[in-house]
């Protein structure tokens, strides 16, 4: 019944390496987002897919790159994972771009 | 200027009374408004969807106001249950992008 799933829940890491976040939404959505929320609790959008297009990049680092197979899954590949991105990511989905949207529960990433 | 901008609180309020907060926002292009609400270690939920004539949904009720360019949200009856944070969200016209205030921070005491 979930409605936006991510995977993994938590994950801890060396800096360093590469790391995938996985993102689906059974809700037939057209559009996905991925955000970041820091240590301070600032929620920032990173990325937005409509039906697999790239709608919204902001100013993010060229180590995250963001993959959408089809209008369900988006997920968020990181290469060389540094101290900073230590974080919670969300992902979202809405119906259209500018509707409500739907959290997924997070992923917890720590960069030992 | 921040584009979203909230009281980060916290507000402490006791159980039962009555809580208002404000988000203001600084692009007059605005176009949709939403509350959302977090708990500790959550994902953000949607609360509710804030339109021009305002809106109420049971103890709570949003409203806009173009003229001063912010969205408000009221807690009636307050519950233990209403500690959270709340997020207020805002999207422009022709613009996907969803922008999120730091949110209000919400205690309800016994």
């Known amino acids: 019944d979930t409605a936006v799933s991510q995977t993994p829940k938590y994950l801890v890491t060396q800096m360093g390496n590469d790391k995938s976040i996985k993102c689906e939404q059974n809700?037939?959505?057209?559009?996905m987002y991925w955000y970041k929320q820091d240590s301070k609790k600032f929620l920032k959008i990173m990325f937005s897919?409509?039906?697999?297009?790239?709608?919204i990049n902001e100013t993010v680092p060229n180590r995250f790159s963001p993959k959408s197979p089809d209008k369900a899954h988006l997920n968020l590949h990181i290469n060389s994972l540094e101290l900073g991105d230590s974080a919670v990511y969300f992902c979202?989905?809405?119906?259209?771009?500018?509707?409500?949207?739907?959290f997924g529960d997070g992923t917890r990433l720590s960069i030992l | 200027r921040k584009e979203v901008e909230q009281d980060p609180g916290p507000f402490n309020v006791p159980e039962g009374a009555t809580v208002a907060f404000n988000c203001t926002y600084s692009?007059?292009?605005?176009?949709?408004f939403f509350w959302y609400r977090q708990d500790c270690r959550k994902e953000p939920k949607l609360l509710m969807s804030?339109?021009?004539s305002g809106n109420e949904d049971g103890r709570f009720t949003a409203q806009l106001n173009r003229a001063s360019q912010y969205i408000s949200l009221l807690i009636r009856d307050s519950k233990l249950s209403d500690s959270a944070t709340y997020l207020c969200?805002?999207?422009?016209?022709?613009?996907?992008?969803?922008?999120f205030g730091t949110g209000t921070r919400l205690t309800i005491i016994p």
């Open positions: 969200a805002v999207t422009r016209f022709g613009n996907e992008k969803l922008t």
């Open positions: 804030v339109y021009s």
């Open positions: 692009n007059s292009a605005s176009q949709s």
């Open positions: 897919y409509n039906n697999k297009e790239l709608i």
């Open positions: 979202a989905s809405s119906q259209m771009r500018d509707q409500p949207q739907h």
């Open positions: 809700l037939g959505h057209d559009t």
